[in-house]
């Protein structure tokens, strides 16, 4: 079975842009978590989906947002990125709300 | 929310030592999980663990529920187990789907 996959895994970005990440989660799990993880203030919760919903969202700011696809991949979307939103961006699936499994990664670097 | 604290933050042991993380948490919990994030930042499953006793090679970990606290054990320590350690939970009820919150993390650097 395909581990949960991330796409880019690198990114460089200018201040004020825009930035798409993407998530396909493991087969036949229907959960899909995204997280941020910096220096400073470790690994945060962004949000999740189940079915196309969101059920839960995280303390960030309305920049930061996502949707959920019919086939349960996943992609967040962060508008007019600032320095601070360098970081690493981990997504995670898991079914039935049992262990969670997370993907490699995209390390955003905003110039 | 959720407090989540790991002990110690750094730990250094020589190779074939033996090791304890621990995990305090603040509230009851329906999912606790613990990783080790490799130098690449992808984070490996362990252990999932909200209750119990399970054992995986090496490795072994504890969760009692009703005092809040995991515990991580670390056997015959290699240095390919040098990395970040992470304790996550899920709190119990029903605002909480998907939502994992994260300790700051062991760092553990096994010397040969």
């Known amino acids: 079975k395909a581990g949960v996959t991330q796409t880019p895994r690198y990114l460089i970005k200018t201040r004020g842009q825009q930035v798409t990440l993407s998530c396909s989660p493991i087969?036949?799990?229907?959960?899909v978590s995204w997280y941020q993880q910096t220096p400073g203030q470790g690994l945060q919760f962004l949000f999740e989906?189940?079915?196309?919903?969101?059920?839960n969202k995280g303390n960030f700011p309305g920049r930061f947002s996502g949707r959920q696809f019919s086939n349960s991949r996943s992609e967040m979307n962060v508008s007019t990125l600032e320095l601070g939103d360098s970081a690493l961006y981990l997504c995670?699936?898991?079914?039935?709300?049992?262990?969670?499994?997370f993907g490699q990664g995209t390390r955003l670097t905003v110039v | 929310g959720i407090q989540v604290e790991q002990s110690p933050p750094d730990l250094i042991l020589q190779e074939g030592a033996n090791s304890t993380l621990r995990c305090n948490f603040s509230d009851s919990v329906n999912n606790l999980q613990w990783f080790h994030q490799n130098p690449w930042g992808q984070l490996i499953n362990l252990f999932y663990?909200?209750?119990g006793t399970k054992q995986n090679g090496r490795l072994s970990a504890t969760t009692v529920a009703t005092e809040r606290y995991s515990l991580l054990y670390i056997s015959s320590s290699q240095t390919t187990d040098s990395g970040v350690y992470f304790c996550a939970v899920e709190r119990e009820g029903g605002t909480s789907y998907g939502k994992l919150t994260f300790g700051q993390g062991t760092i553990l650097t096994v010397h040969p």
């Open positions: 995670a699936s898991s079914s039935r709300g049992r262990s969670a499994f």
């Open positions: 989906y189940f079915s196309e919903t969101q059920r």
């Open positions: 087969s036949g799990h229907r959960s």
């Open positions: 663990i909200p209750s």
